[in-house]
């Protein structure tokens, strides 16, 4: 990819309540997608303007200045660009919400330095590479599947992180978990990582709040579908608030053991819930104010092939164990 830059002018009105903070801090509050170095560098190299004069990374706020940025930024990423098939299902001059398969990674790194849809974003256009993290704000797990918004601008990604920070991004989810929910609820409590197995996330005493509200949909046998809604997006929340209840996700690797299943499943439905592939988990809905059109954004992907077949499968199943157990109840008689 040859090298490019991308300039950013942008005009900022202090607020009284920033008083006695230090400019680069203050900007480093503004622009979380950048370091506090990267912006100590602005401010040195006259980038960064009070009034319009230069300043000093020291120098504290007083409080409705005006700051004036005129940064002329480097290339952000330096991974390959890749052409992909992205199901891109809505997209204007500043965001675009893709539907991410199961299986895509999305960040490049250890294992996977190539084939993630970072790459797949930096084929779409040389403006993503002028980006951190080529303008993703959010992530799914590999073998999640569902929607996530990307910005196009630095300006859009700052204020798609601010709506998630304030939970103005509303989150629908679709899952399948072993055993039986009955009512809706709602888990609130902390999670941090796991104190000796550190790929994994866990609810802990001294952790970040983490509330996932959910709702049953369907019952099975041993099994049920659920609607969740994020109030919060930690690292596998869902996944791991299931689990803490005692209801993992069908097919969850890393905190569902899916090759155990409970003794009294039917034999049938033991074969495909042991080789359903994925955690049963689906990203179906996103909802918020868009942040430059101010116009109400409402987005859903389809639930996938893959898991509408374990909802048939498992419906079937459900049915014909009705059936048999209606039969030797008249056979009884």
């Known amino acids: 990819m040859t090298e490019s830059t991308h300039t950013i002018k942008q005009t900022i009105h202090v607020t009284a309540d920033a008083q006695g903070t230090r400019i680069d801090q203050y900007l480093?509050?503004?622009?979380?997608?950048?370091?506090?170095?990267?912006?100590?560098?602005?401010?040195?190299?006259?980038?960064?303007?009070?009034?319009?004069?230069?300043?000093?990374?020291?120098?504290?706020?007083?409080?409705?200045?005006?700051i004036?940025?005129?940064?002329?930024?480097?290339?952000?990423?330096?991974?390959?660009?890749?052409?992909?098939?992205?199901?891109?299902?809505?997209?204007?001059?500043?965001?675009?919400?893709?539907?991410?398969?199961?299986?895509?990674?999305?960040h490049p790194g250890s294992g996977n330095p190539n084939g993630t849809l970072l790459n797949g974003l930096l084929a779409l256009s040389e403006n993503q590479a002028m980006l951190n993290r080529a303008g993703i704000v959010h992530r799914l797990?590999?073998?999640?599947?569902?929607?996530?918004?990307?910005?196009?601008?630095?300006?859009?990604?700052?204020?798609?992180?601010?709506?998630?920070?304030?939970?103005d991004i509303k989150r629908q989810y679709f899952c399948v978990v072993k055993g039986h929910i009955p009512f809706a609820g709602q888990i609130d409590n902390q999670m941090g990582r796991h104190k000796t197995q550190r790929i994994k996330m866990a609810v802990v005493m001294n952790g970040k709040q983490a509330i996932t509200h959910y709702e049953p949909i369907e019952f099975f046998d041993h099994y049920t579908s659920l609607k969740v809604n994020l109030e919060t997006g930690r690292t596998h929340q869902i996944r791991v608030h299931m689990h803490h209840l005692g209801h993992p996700l069908i097919g969850d690797p890393?905190?569902?053991?899916?090759?155990?299943?409970?003794?009294?499943?039917?034999?049938?439905?033991?074969?495909?819930?042991r080789a359903y592939p994925r955690q049963a988990l689906h990203a179906e809905k996103l909802e918020f104010i868009h942040p430059f059109t101010n116009k109400y954004i409402s987005v859903e992907a389809e639930i996938p092939d893959d898991l509408c077949q374990?909802?048939?499968?498992?419906?079937?199943?459900?049915?014909?164990?009705?059936?048999?157990?209606?039969?030797?109840v008249e056979y009884v008689e």
């Open 28 to 66: 480093t509050s503004l622009f979380p997608e950048h370091s506090r170095g990267t912006i100590q560098q602005w401010i040195k190299q006259g980038n960064v303007k009070i009034s319009g004069n230069n300043t000093k990374s020291k120098t504290l706020l007083k409080g409705f200045e005006v």
């Open 68 to 106: 004036a940025l005129d940064i002329q930024l480097e290339q952000a990423v330096n991974d390959q660009p890749e052409a992909m098939d992205l199901d891109i299902v809505f997209e204007d001059d500043y965001l675009l919400i893709l539907n991410k398969p199961a299986g895509l990674v999305v």
């Open 141 to 167: 797990d590999k073998d999640t599947s569902g929607l996530m918004v990307v910005a196009k601008t630095s300006e859009c990604q700052l204020k798609l992180i601010d709506l998630l920070k304030t939970h």
């Open 254 to 273: 890393l905190y569902g053991n899916p090759k155990r299943v409970d003794a009294s499943v039917d034999n049938e439905m033991k074969d495909i819930i």
């Open 310 to 328: 374990l909802i048939d499968d498992l419906a079937y199943l459900d049915q014909k164990q009705q059936e048999n157990d209606d039969f030797e």
